[in-house]
């Protein structure tokens, strides 16, 4: 019999306060009436208040929501069709060359892929004169090519996993490619496209040093926000922002725990009632 | 033969993505190459090639061997992204190997708590540990005090200056990319065969020989692969110290943001970009030789 692991139960417990004990203090000074950002001094919501009158805030989150909904979006259609072509066809001139561009940018510094893109953008718009300004749209086209590869990698583990013979069996049986396409591949892969798009969206939100190069004036997402408020020093409205985003991606983890679970235990109770039939 | 085998399918799903990814990903890096070896002007943009200078000018990497800024931010980028891993490891090896000794449900809702700061801002993350160095926080009196008290008198301070230094950089980076390590460190370990550990126990081996003979040579993969995670991010890493170092030791991601945006001089920033890639080469192609053994031993 093993005794119980006295030493690495202390080094476990150790380790999670380690990853939480900066958060919860953030969590817990965020009510604080101080102006001092990790000196308690009563209880107050009023940094919460500055938050939501503070109208920059507002506005750089909804130009991050709108970038990552739209880079997300088209990051997960070329992605998933970069996936689908690594796993699906073998040999086709150039896989090596397409299958290196893949890897590489998950394993490029990100102030590299910040400085090239903003070269290229600088370099195209003194030759041909676009763009004419950074923002949104240069945003946008350098997110999508730095998440793209993150879906590939979660489509590419989903097909390997899947059976090919399916596809095949429904071509044999007359189907048309189109309706293989939407009854087979893409309900197979459907889990796979759904997190690289909720990775996507997450890298694209929280991008800092990309984004940092490819924007332009007036173009201020959340995350060059909070870098240009906290570069100045702690202040306690970037604590209640903090809670506030906790809160979210709390609120979004249960409930795709939840989702998960019914749909793990729909799939149960179907595939039972298919072995019922069956016998 | 699947529906994507149709002659016109096949090349939009090949074609698209490659086609994006030549244009926005190879294409920009192909030009920060060429721009190394370009000469840096005072026009707009800053660079030419040829003129009195030779087309390829390698005069920019010459400077950037010969300047002890250049070797010296190298230098501690090494250093601290190698520390940051080692501290990683240090932190994440038992923590990886607790997940595995513990009950299933406990297991789960533990691996969510290692996964979810992923989920919550990176810059939150940094900022958090500002706010706990900072020389006014409860954090920072509490290990002042372990620390005078630990210390003789002439030592004592009135609070630990960890901000802006070395030090911070280093804890903020194992902080942030410490679940890099646990996760790949965790998927190894838990594959282990726990019988091996009991037939090593039973045939008279003590509990750490058991764990350096058997427990880790089997987690190497884990190692390597947990490794390579942390290290390379941390040392292009850019955000980290610029907002909790000190700049007078700065890292490389810091010098090619600054050759680049205030001396706007695009040449060095990209000689200094390819050797760092280069620097990246070594640690990946040996993750590549581990995965290439590791699968061959199959």
Same mark, same amino acid.
């Given at each position: 019999?093993?005794?119980?692991?006295?030493?690495?139960?202390?080094?476990?417990?150790?380790?999670?306060?380690?990853?939480?004990?900066?958060?919860?203090?953030?969590?817990?000074? *965020?009510?604080?009436?101080?102006?001092?950002?990790?000196?308690?001094?009563?209880?107050?919501?009023?940094?919460?208040?500055?938050?939501?009158?503070?109208?920059? @805030?507002?506005?750089?989150?909804?130009?991050?929501?709108?970038?990552?909904?739209?880079?997300?979006?088209?990051?997960?259609?070329?992605?998933?069709?970069? =996936?689908?072509?690594?796993?699906?066809?073998?040999?086709?001139?150039?896989?090596?060359?397409?299958?290196?561009?893949?890897?590489?940018?998950?394993?490029?510094?990100? @102030?590299?892929?910040?400085?090239?893109?903003?070269?290229?953008?600088?370099? %195209?718009?003194?030759?041909?004169?676009?763009?004419?300004?950074? =923002?949104?749209?240069?945003?946008?086209?350098?997110?999508?090519?730095?998440?793209?590869?993150? @879906?590939?990698?979660? @489509?590419?583990?989903?097909?390997?996993?899947?059976?090919?013979?399916?596809?095949?069996?429904?071509?044999?049986?007359? *189907?048309?490619?189109?309706?293989?396409?939407?009854?087979?591949?893409?309900?197979?892969?459907?889990?796979?496209?759904?997190?690289?798009?909720? %990775?996507?969206?997450?890298?694209?939100?929280?991008?800092?040093?990309?984004?940092?190069?490819?924007?332009?004036?007036?173009?201020?997402?959340?995350?060059?926000?909070?870098?240009?408020?906290?570069?100045?020093?702690?202040?306690?409205?970037?604590?209640?922002?903090?809670?506030?985003?906790?809160?979210?991606?709390?609120?979004?983890?249960?409930?795709?725990?939840?989702?998960?679970?019914?749909?793990?235990?729909?799939?149960?109770?179907?595939?039972?009632?298919?072995?019922? *039939?069956?016998? | 033969?699947?529906?994507?085998?149709?002659?016109?399918?096949?090349?939009?799903?090949?074609?698209?993505?490659?086609?994006?990814?030549?244009?926005?990903?190879?294409?920009?890096?192909?030009?920060?190459?060429?721009?190394?070896?370009?000469?840096?002007?005072?026009?707009?943009?800053?660079?030419?090639?040829?003129?009195?200078?030779?087309?390829?000018?390698?005069?920019?990497?010459?400077?950037?061997?010969?300047?002890?800024?250049?070797?010296?931010?190298?230098?501690?980028?090494?250093?601290?992204?190698?520390?940051?891993?080692?501290?990683?490891?240090?932190?994440?090896?038992?923590?990886?190997?607790?997940?595995?000794?513990?009950?299933?449900?406990?297991?789960?809702?533990?691996?969510?708590?290692?996964?979810?700061?992923?989920?919550?801002?990176?810059?939150?993350?940094?900022?958090?540990?500002?706010?706990?160095?900072?020389?006014?926080?409860?954090?920072?009196?509490?290990?002042?005090?372990?620390?005078?008290?630990?210390?003789?008198? &002439?030592?004592?301070?009135?609070?630990?200056?960890?901000?802006?230094?070395?030090?911070?950089?280093?804890?903020?980076?194992?902080?942030?990319?410490?679940?890099?390590?646990?996760?790949?460190?965790?998927? &190894?370990?838990?594959?282990?065969? #726990?019988?091996?550990?009991?037939?090593?126990?039973?045939?008279?081996?003590?509990?750490?020989?058991?764990?350096?003979?058997?427990?880790?040579?089997?987690?190497?993969?884990?190692?390597?692969?947990?490794?390579?995670?942390?290290?390379? #991010?941390?040392?292009?890493?850019?955000?980290?110290? &610029?907002?909790?170092?000190?700049?007078?030791?700065?890292?490389?991601?810091?010098?090619?943001?600054?050759?680049?945006?205030?001396?706007?001089?695009?040449?060095?920033?990209?000689?200094?970009?390819?050797?760092?890639?280069?620097?990246?080469?070594? #640690?990946?192609?040996?993750? &590549?030789?581990?995965?290439?053994?590791?699968?061959?031993?199959?």
């Amino acid at each position: 019999m093993r005794r119980r692991p006295t030493f690495l139960l202390s080094i476990l417990s150790f380790g999670f306060a380690f990853l939480y004990v900066p958060i919860l203090s953030m969590v817990f000074f *965020s009510f604080n009436a101080s102006r001092l950002a990790t000196v308690w001094g009563g209880f107050s919501t009023k940094w919460y208040g500055a938050l939501f009158a503070n109208k920059q @805030v507002g506005e750089a989150l909804l130009l991050s929501l709108k970038i990552a909904i739209v880079s997300s979006t088209v990051a997960t259609i070329l992605g998933t069709l970069a =996936g689908i072509a690594l796993v699906r066809f073998t040999k086709f001139r150039g896989r090596m060359l397409f299958s290196g561009l893949v890897t590489a940018p998950l394993i490029m510094p990100e @102030v590299i892929t910040g400085v090239s893109a903003l070269i290229f953008f600088l370099l %195209l718009a003194s030759w041909i004169g676009w763009p004419s300004q950074r =923002g949104f749209t240069t945003i946008t086209l350098a997110h999508i090519t730095f998440s793209m590869v993150f @879906v590939t990698t979660i @489509v590419q583990a989903r097909l390997l996993q899947s059976d090919q013979a399916i596809e095949e069996a429904a071509m044999d049986l007359g *189907s048309r490619p189109w309706q293989v396409l939407v009854d087979i591949t893409l309900p197979v892969i459907s889990p796979a496209i759904l997190s690289g798009w909720l %990775l996507a969206f997450t890298i694209s939100l929280d991008d800092v040093v990309i984004t940092s190069f490819t924007t332009g004036p007036g173009s201020t997402t959340l995350p060059l926000l909070i870098w240009s408020k906290v570069k100045l020093g702690v202040t306690p409205d970037i604590n209640a922002l903090a809670t506030l985003m906790i809160l979210c991606v709390g609120i979004g983890v249960a409930i795709s725990g939840v989702v998960m679970n019914r749909a793990e235990a729909r799939r149960l109770a179907d595939e039972r009632l298919a072995y019922r *039939s069956q016998a | 033969m699947g529906w994507f085998h149709r002659r016109g399918w096949r090349d939009l799903i090949i074609g698209l993505p490659y086609l994006w990814l030549v244009v926005f990903f190879l294409l920009p890096f192909a030009i920060v190459i060429a721009m190394s070896v370009a000469t840096k002007t005072p026009t707009a943009p800053p660079f030419s090639f040829g003129g009195a200078q030779p087309w390829v000018n390698i005069e920019t990497y010459h400077r950037l061997i010969s300047e002890p800024l250049y070797l010296r931010a190298f230098l501690i980028s090494i250093v601290n992204a190698a520390g940051t891993t080692l501290f990683c490891l240090l932190l994440g090896y038992p923590m990886a190997l607790a997940l595995t000794r513990v009950s299933r449900s406990a297991r789960n809702i533990l691996l969510m708590l290692v996964i979810l700061p992923f989920w919550t801002s990176f810059l939150l993350r940094v900022y958090a540990w500002m706010g706990l160095m900072g020389k006014s926080s409860w954090f920072n009196a509490g290990l002042t005090e372990v620390w005078n008290w630990l210390v003789p008198v &002439s030592w004592a301070v009135k609070s630990l200056p960890m901000m802006h230094s070395n030090f911070a950089v280093v804890l903020v980076m194992v902080y942030t990319y410490l679940p890099f390590m646990i996760l790949p460190l965790y998927a &190894s370990l838990e594959r282990l065969d #726990p019988t091996l550990d009991e037939a090593a126990l039973d045939l008279g081996s003590r509990p750490w020989q058991v764990f350096l003979d058997v427990t880790l040579p089997q987690s190497m993969p884990g190692i390597i692969a947990g490794g390579l995670l942390v290290f390379i #991010p941390a040392a292009g890493e850019l955000v980290i110290p &610029s907002l909790v170092g000190d700049a007078s030791t700065p890292m490389i991601g810091r010098v090619i943001s600054d050759q680049f945006s205030q001396a706007r001089d695009w040449p060095m920033a990209s000689a200094v970009a390819v050797a760092l890639l280069a620097l990246m080469v070594g #640690p990946t192609m040996l993750y &590549s030789h581990y995965q290439a053994r590791a699968e061959g031993a199959k």
